[in-house]
């Protein structure tokens, strides 16, 4: 079972960059799509973006297209999320996870597993 760790949330200004990493312990992301979701208090997750196993295709969700980027590094077993010109709505939680099937590319929430346990990201104006 593989399972997500976050790390690189923090306190930015609106403005700022931020850069987060999700990395994989037990098994390997290596034939798994990964995606990076974010929550706020009260509301539904929300897809932010992902990679497919072997990086050849990324995408995003409207919000942050433009502004985000994804990769990932798989002799690391870590995928990074670089934000960029980071606004207040973009304060929430971010959780990263990986799909439930090797080599589908999703969005669906419910299609991930082996969530982390979150990072904070917040960005104030």
């Known amino acids: 079972q593989v399972q997500s760790v976050e790390s690189g949330g923090g306190s930015v200004q609106a403005g700022g960059s931020l850069r987060l990493s999700c990395a994989a312990s037990?098994?390997?992301?290596?034939?798994?799509?990964v995606a990076w979701f974010r929550q706020v208090p009260g509301k539904q997750r929300e897809f932010v973006a992902g990679?497919?196993?072997?990086?050849?295709?990324?995408y995003y969700g409207d919000s942050v297209k433009g502004r985000f980027i994804i990769s990932r590094d798989n002799a690391k077993n870590t995928v990074y999320l670089q934000m960029n010109s980071l606004k207040p709505e973009d304060t929430a939680v971010y959780y990263c996870a990986a799909d439930l099937i090797q080599r589908r590319t999703s969005s669906r929430e419910t299609d991930f597993g082996s969530w982390g346990q979150g990072t904070q990201v917040t960005v104030s104006s």
């Open positions: 037990g098994r390997t992301f290596m034939w798994y799509t």
């Open positions: 990679i497919s196993w072997n990086g050849g295709s990324t």
